[in-house]
């Protein structure tokens, strides 16, 4: 008689790949699945009555930011109440590790300064070993910072790396990899990748596909620049012979609008011509980042001291105003709102547009963000609202566009409870799953699981993940689509979605009736992939 550890029974089970739901039940031991379909009764040391429910893998996060926050937040509440069981990490350039030199140092006076949190590694080896020793209640995978690697090297230099810095990005790259990161990320858009040109990150991820991984990208503009930045980042990839995953595709600002479908076409074209290419995408139409972006790219040069001082400097101020008023028409500041800062006094801007703030300080939107900025040190988050419902619609319908959240595990208590979070935070997918599947017929559940499990998976080469198929991981959800549902909003944004019923970590459970446990089962997860990819 088989002997099972749990027993999920009389599921519509979703498998990942996008195939038809079909009804059966799936079995359990250890951390793996080992069958699927009918099991006999009496084999399991735990039931789990499904019925009406669906079974899908593990939702991945394949755009997350959660490196620090797990170490804050370590049962990764807001993440795994979705069904999060994988999120990926060291997005849009900035990695936790491999971090050296002057950015470590600012980086470990940060989060001392902020949450008490000892940054005492430099390597990947050793911040995995950190991730571990905590214990998560999710899996974690790493994607190298260009922007760290870069940073790390030459510090915030508006110019073009040096033979010896180039060469201590690349080792430091290779080093990662080594580690058992899944590949490299750039933020083209921010400093101090927005000073580099695309032969150093060609170098660099051309070592990087040499180690088996992928590159992913913000793009150096998603606005006015989008079709030139598109075309760079595309080519950047073909030079390098690496796979490209465009980090939350997007059109933004209402004159960017109509570029999307030159924009799909010219992805599409790449696809044709054996580029693999792919995106991402959140299902909102408000982005999130730090206010910071907003400055000119001259106002981000140097470390931080430095940009500070130069937020302090009259001239520069002066410079820096002008330019924000030639670039941001004053319509502009009524589409950001403050979502989180650092300082108590400044909390009651956190809700409120940038407009409403200025006028509460009697000041011009303009001044009123350069002063919030120095005053915070340039710590201050924001939330954009420049999208369209249509252009969301049409790229999450796009076979190859696969969901992520953007941002970083939460809580509502602890660390990182404070704030006016944007509401992916708490609600990407079951947001894809109620509006976008049930609601709107946008897409099909089985394509939308897919989307969101096996696709990244394969992507990033983890081919133990990702499926219900007997010998993959027991990574697992079991949700119910008539009631799943995102309850976060940016006025309410920390709290928790409805319908995910139970999520399975490795085979521990870590929610229950909707609970998270208490259990941290993660792992840190590794390229799994024996063979590094060659060129072609």
Not at 32 to 41: K, L, T, Y
Not at 248 to 256: C, P
Not at 445 to 452: F, H, I, N
């Amino acid at each position: 008689m088989a002997s099972y550890d749990l027993v999920i029974r009389g599921a519509n089970l979703i498998d990942g790949t996008g195939t038809p739901v079909r009804k059966g039940d799936l079995a359990v031991v250890g951390d793996r699945i080992v069958e699927i379909g009918q099991v006999a009764a009496s084999g399991g040391y735990r039931v789990i009555d499904a019925t009406g429910l669906a079974l899908a893998p593990g939702f991945v996060d394949i755009h997350s930011h959660s490196d620090y926050h797990l170490l804050l937040q370590p049962t990764a509440d807001s993440a795994v109440r979705q069904g999060v069981t994988l999120e990926i990490g060291g997005n849009c350039g900035y990695a936790a590790a491999p971090i050296w030199g002057p950015w470590y140092e600012e980086r470990a006076a940060s989060y001392r300064t902020l949450y008490n949190l000892d940054h005492a590694w430099r390597g990947a080896a050793d911040y995995f070993t950190r991730l571990e020793a905590e214990g998560i209640s999710e899996n974690f995978g790493l994607l190298i910072g260009h922007n760290t690697l870069r940073g790390s090297a030459m510090g915030g230099a508006n110019r073009a790396p040096s033979t010896t810095e180039l060469q201590a990005m690349i080792d430091g790259a290779r080093q990662g990899m080594a580690d058992g990161a899944l590949g490299l990320s750039t933020g083209l858009l921010y400093a101090p990748a927005c000073f580099s040109r695309p032969e150093e990150l060609i170098a660099i991820a051309a070592a990087v596909r040499d180690c088996g991984g992928i590159l992913t990208c913000h793009m150096r503009s998603e606005g006015d620049g989008l079709l030139e930045s598109i075309d760079e980042i595309i080519d950047v990839a073909e030079q390098a012979d690496i796979p490209l995953q465009i980090s939350h595709l997007k059109t933004s600002g209402e004159r960017n609008w109509v570029k999307l479908p030159e924009t799909i076409r010219r992805i599409e074209d790449a696809r044709a011509r054996g580029v693999d290419v792919s995106c991402d995408r959140y299902p909102y139409t408000a982005s999130n980042t730090g206010l910071q972006a907003v400055l000119p790219n001259w106002a981000l040069e140097g470390g931080q001291q430095e940009r500070v001082d130069r937020l302090g400097d009259p001239a520069a101020r002066i410079r820096m105003a002008h330019d924000l008023a030639s670039r941001y028409p004053s319509e502009y500041w009524s589409q950001l709102m403050i979502s989180e800062v650092t300082q108590e006094e400044h909390r009651q801007y956190e809700g409120l547009r940038v407009n409403e703030a200025a006028r509460l300080t009697q000041t011009e939107p303009v001044d009123f963000v350069l002063g919030l900025l120095l005053a915070e040190r340039m710590q201050v988050d924001a939330i954009f609202f420049t999208m369209c419902e249509d252009n969301l619609t049409a790229i999450l319908q796009k076979p190859y566009a696969m969901i992520g959240s953007d941002s970083g595990c939460r809580s509502h208590q602890g660390p990182l409870s404070h704030g006016r979070p944007h509401p992916r935070t708490f609600g990407t997918f079951p947001r894809v799953l109620g509006r976008f599947v049930r609601e709107k017929g946008v897409l099909d559940l089985p394509t939308a699981v897919r989307k969101m499990t096996w696709d990244p998976c394969r992507k990033l080469g983890l081919l133990d993940r990702g499926r219900l198929r007997s010998g993959c991981v027991a990574d697992l959800v079991l949700f119910d689509p008539a009631s799943i549902s995102d309850q976060a909003t940016y006025e309410r944004p920390i709290r928790y979605p409805l319908g995910i019923q139970h999520v399975f970590v490795n085979g521990v459970p870590v929610v229950e009736a909707g609970e998270h446990t208490g259990n941290r089962p993660g792992r840190v997860v590794r390229r799994c992939s024996p063979e590094p990819r060659q060129k072609r």
